[in-house]
């Protein structure tokens, strides 16, 4: 959006709910009183409610419901992540964008949609993407070994349980990449990358949050298994100010991620986790292993003991609980 | 290119010099020769020549010197490298093209070009791509981890080198992805690769050779460390014929790989090294290391030995003989 624009929105803001003449907001940007109006009429279409009161001004009386780039940037306090946000109303998936623009685009940057037509999980399996939630994915560019990137599957879920619980959301994390509310999913994690053989050129952490939606509105399928933040707190949250506060926490790990400090995320995930101790079935391409998890590795694997007492690192697989 | 014309080829090459109407070429195919007199003026375009002899017909003189699918595809004896090729006159970079096509594109699908005007090596470097040289991408779509990506690496250097020998070129192997002649670069190996965080989409394999050009047309910091099959043997090379040898070992390995055999192909790779035995420095983003280099771990990464008598697997970095 043109700078003139987004400057009309932080002045109609800045008023706290009294009016704002046209003549006084273009001397304050440097244009026309018309040209405010045009502005205003611009904003109105974009769903803020502005209202006009002849011989008095402007009044904003409620922001739009969307996840506009000029929304979640005025009062985000991040230095990277978030910094360059690309909005879409309608995707496919905004990992697919994200991955097409990856090469281009400076680390941290955000790719962000209302709905997603063909949302993904691991190995192409569909999510569900409708109207309410948040569909994000983040481009991180980090030099570091394509058999390291399962840790920032890891930093993000601690990102998202951290936001969720400074909301009373009560979040744990399921090996590798669900976060869970009493068992039920809430959001999926899908980290994917574009690398040399030992080198990634760029990471794309696709975050998938159900927030204001009905469980009762998901496919069957899903009813059973999945939970939302409407559904868990009884009402609807600002999402503007969830997204702020979830990029937030994701900088600050990243910077630890990025300074070496992997060793704290990962005590943290063990923190939140709802998977150690659990009795699990892994079902690997390989074979299948049942036991109880007991920890995790450096490099993002989960420790599973079986009953004989032997132990097995597994990197990849899909967890279920027995 | 259509069917049609194709077969046309076919005729003429199996006539032997020989000439053949157009009427029987007609018939054998099905149309009239009217539409062979087009097939052919289409061909002689293409680079064929053709010679029409009146009251006689037609004889092939010689095929084009372009690396055409048609004349890659007639004699090629692989079943999943190169069945379906994908052929350009000039292309920013293989590999690039190979990457948009990943997703879509079926396991050993090869692209290739006659020019690259922006060949890249490793991290992004420059890689001289001329006419005359073999420029290819393979994509592989395999089931394995990230960190197994390397492997397909030294895959693709045998493969090289092997096809190479055939040919009376003694092609060696420089760790981890150059193919060397007395010391000089004739191929580097590009593998990239697009991946979720524990499992790969696909991979791309970069293939460029130096074939039929002198070292005296490279740009001069190249003109004395690389150089090509045309100054090695003497003469030019067929092309054609060099890339299907070389699709046909690459299968015979991809085929082993995938059935478990890397052992095999690493042993030999190491009876190929060139680096193996030599003193060398290694440059990696963390630290400097200098020693013997002793042997190839699992992952493709190289064995050092310092002069303490202590030993680092070093999995990424620049490998310089010192």
């Not at 991040?78 to 623009?101: C, F, P, R």
């Not at 980090?142 to 400074?166: D, F, N, Q």
């Not at 994917?192 to 760029?202: D, H, K």
């Not at 998901?218 to 999945?226: G, I, Q």
């Amino acid at each position: 959006m043109q700078n003139n624009i987004l400057e009309v929105i932080r002045i109609l803001k800045g008023a706290n709910g009294q009016p704002v003449s046209g003549a006084e907001i273009g001397t304050s940007i440097g244009v026309s009183r018309t040209m405010i109006w045009k502005y205003v009429q611009a904003l109105q279409k974009r769903g803020y409610s502005i209202e006009s009161i002849p011989g008095s001004g402007y009044i904003l009386r409620s922001e739009p419901d969307f996840l506009y780039p000029e929304l979640i940037t005025e009062g985000l306090d991040t230095d990277i992540i978030g910094t360059e946000l690309v909005y879409y109303d309608k995707v496919q998936s905004t990992n697919d964008i994200a991955k097409q623009i990856g090469s281009e685009a400076s680390d941290g940057t955000v790719v962000i949609a209302e709905i997603q037509d063909s949302g993904r999980g691991r190995r192409g399996c569909d999510w569900c993407s409708p109207e309410g939630g948040i569909w994000l994915s983040v481009i991180l560019k980090l030099s570091m070994s394509p058999s390291h990137a399962s840790r920032l599957t890891l930093m993000a879920g601690v990102a998202v349980a951290e936001t969720l619980r400074k909301i009373g959301v009560n979040a744990s994390l399921k090996w590798p990449n669900d976060v869970l509310v009493g068992g039920k999913k809430i959001c999926g994690i899908l980290t994917e990358m574009e690398a040399e053989a030992e080198i990634i050129n760029y990471v794309v952490i696709g975050i998938g949050i159900n927030a204001n939606m009905d469980p009762e509105s998901f496919p069957d399928d899903l009813k059973k298994t999945s939970t939302t933040i409407k559904y868990e707190l009884g009402k609807e949250i600002d999402r503007v100010i969830f997204v702020q506060s979830l990029l937030s926490t994701l900088e600050q790990h990243y910077i630890k991620f990025n300074t070496g400090s992997f060793d704290e995320i990962l005590q943290k995930w063990i923190d939140l986790s709802d998977t150690l101790g659990k009795q699990v079935c892994m079902v690997t391409p390989v074979k299948m292993y049942e036991g109880k998890a007991i920890g995790i590795s450096e490099d993002g694997g989960l420790i599973v003991e079986m009953a004989d007492g032997s132990k097995e690192t597994l990197i990849s697989g899909r967890c279920m609980y027995v």
